[in-house]
């Protein structure tokens, strides 16, 4: 009977196992369904599955399905027209982007060129929309507010010297502090400061289009939200969702007050109108000002840092997932054993963006001390979902070892900066930054020493294509 039943297996194995029998586009269909380790886990199996695993256009397709569809066409268009890379090696892409631990910097702007050039400021809005820089607001030397908009086309050529464009519009009124978030060809504001000390609740719509022969338009015009807002108030944090929505967190409201409640936006089909709804968790980030609010993908956000009540500079971390269902707040606790010595995490005043691979690129900031900062670090809290965010699975040092990882900088090196402004291309890969407080030379008049920055850089992701 034990013959029998061996030479049964042996048969079968020789016929091949049923998925062995499925056609290539079958297999490729069930691996997207899978993450990446059960994927490397199937190439190990034999020489057809390792063959098919390592397919280019498979690569591609799981490089679509983690980092969306516009990031690699944006990719594949920034290659266009160059033969070494017609074909490019996904699998290769998607390793080293995983495993980033480099940056590159270049200086955009000249403070000496004949170039009409934003003023500099800090607290300000830098959006990328319609394949422009759009910078509005902000605050600048004296404590007073500034009300232009600047506008510079990119299109597909990351690194060349912008030519800004000033833009007459008038509205929305000067101010800073507020948050702009980019949903398609649209801009939407919220809130803000200006140098009364008068706080804004207004939502603006923008819309940003580049013409070949008259140059960038923008158009704004004050959304109706109906009678339900939140309360006005500026150093808040804001980000898209779903393409479609906005969510705000936090800031400082009348009288100085740190808020820490959560709103989001749903903007109708048109953005003729929206409807604001608070969010109301059970465990919620305290009050604060000065954090990041970054969505890295669908419906979910992550919240890091800023000012909380008794003017602490904060180093904890939030996921909001927004959802038809539910939307809840939950911490990720991770251990600061694991942060290199010597270096200060806490922070206000950062630039916090999702880049290419949905991880988030964290750059400068402030510590309660008020010393800036110049550094990067890639944030990766990928390998968490919401059902593992358990207190008991969230204290594995294995799970969140590689949370955190500091990235070298090179070529240019820009100031130490705190509340400046980052904004990323579709491509992920290319992050703009303006602006922000930066260490000045000591004036009489200024014991502090602070200075207004206007300068643009440009951050590149090192990959080896």
Same mark, same amino acid.
């Given at each position: 009977?034990? #013959? ?13 196992? %049923?998925?062995?029998?499925?056609? %290539? ?11 990446i ?21 498979l690569?591609?397709?799981i ?8 990031a ?14 017609q074909?490019? %090696?996904w ?6 982007? +995983? =495993?980033?631990?480099s ?5 955009? +702007?000249d *403070?000496?060129s004949d170039? $009409? ?16 820089l ?6 600048? #030397?004296?404590?007073?507010?500034v009300?232009d ?13 912008l030519?800004?464009q000033?833009i007459h519009?008038?509205? *929305?009124?000067g ?6 978030v980019?949903?398609?060809n ?9 140098d ?10 923008? =819309? ?8 960038i338009? $923008? ?6 939200v109906?009678?339900?807002? %939140?309360?006005p ?7 898209c ?6 969510v705000?967190?936090?800031?400082i ?5 740190r ?28 009050a604060?000002?000065?954090?990041s609010?970054?969505?890295i ?5 992550i ?20 959802? #038809?269902?539910?939307s ?17 995490? *806490? ?5 916090a ?12 900031? #402030? ?17 968490? +979902? $919401?059902?593992?965010? =358990? *207190?008991?699975?969230l204290s594995?040092?294995?799970?969140l ?18 509340f ?9 890969r ?12 000591v =004036?009489?008049?200024e ?19």
């Amino acid at each position: 009977m034990a #013959e029998t039943s061996s030479t049964a297996r042996t048969s079968n194995f020789n016929n091949g196992s %049923p998925i062995a029998n499925l056609a %290539p586009d079958h297999l490729f269909t069930i691996l997207l369904l899978l993450p990446i380790e059960s994927i490397l886990s199937f190439a190990m199996t034999c020489k057809k599955f390792r063959y098919l695993a390592s397919c280019n256009s498979l690569w591609e397709s799981i490089c679509r399905r983690d980092w969306g569809p516009t990031a690699v066409d944006a990719l594949k268009s920034s290659f266009h027209g160059d033969e070494d890379h017609q074909l490019l %090696p996904w699998i290769r892409l998607y390793k080293q982007v +995983s =495993q980033l631990d480099s940056v590159c910097c270049y200086k955009l +702007s000249d *403070p000496d060129s004949d170039l $009409l050039l934003p003023s500099p400021r800090a607290s300000h809005s830098l959006n990328f929309v319609s394949g422009c820089l759009v910078l509005f607001g902000g605050g600048c #030397e004296g404590g007073r507010h500034v009300d232009d908009t600047w506008a510079a086309y990119i299109g597909d050529n990351s690194r060349r010297m912008l030519k800004w464009q000033k833009i007459h519009s008038g509205i *929305p009124s000067g101010r800073f502090g507020h948050t702009c978030v980019a949903i398609d060809n649209y801009l939407v504001l919220f809130g803000g400061i200006n140098d009364r000390g008068n706080r804004h609740s207004d939502t603006w719509v923008g =819309q940003v289009a580049f013409h070949e022969n008259v140059g960038i338009s $923008l158009s704004w015009r004050l959304l109706d939200v109906g009678s339900i807002a %939140p309360a006005p108030r500026g150093a808040h944090a804001a980000c898209c969702i779903s393409n479609r929505k906005m969510v705000i967190h936090g800031g400082i409201g009348w009288n100085g007050v740190r808020l820490g409640d959560t709103w989001v936006l749903e903007l109708s089909e048109n953005l003729c109108f929206g409807t604001w709804h608070e969010i109301v968790s059970h465990s919620s980030p305290p009050a604060r000002s000065g954090h990041s609010l970054t969505c890295i993908g669908g419906t979910r956000t992550i919240l890091f840092g800023g000012r909380g009540l008794g003017y602490d500079v904060l180093n904890d971390i939030w996921l909001l997932d927004v959802s #038809e269902d539910y939307s809840k707040w939950v911490e990720i606790f991770y251990e600061l054993q694991s942060i290199p010595a010597g270096v200060s995490l *806490p922070r206000v005043g950062h630039s916090a963006t999702c880049i290419l691979g949905g991880r988030l690129l964290i750059h400068g900031g #402030e510590d309660s001390q008020r010393h800036r900062k110049d550094d990067f670090w890639v944030l990766d809290i990928s390998a968490i +979902s $919401l059902e593992r965010m =358990q *207190p008991a699975r969230l204290s594995s040092k294995r799970l969140l070892a590689n949370m955190w990882r500091r990235v070298k900088a090179k070529g240019y090196k820009p100031k130490s900066r705190s509340f400046h402004r980052a904004s990323v291309d579709n491509s992920g890969r290319y992050l703009y930054v303006y602006g922000g407080m930066v260490d000045g030379a000591v =004036q009489p008049a200024e014991s502090s020493g602070l200075g207004f920055d206007g300068e643009l850089f440009l951050v590149e992701l090192v990959l080896q294509l």
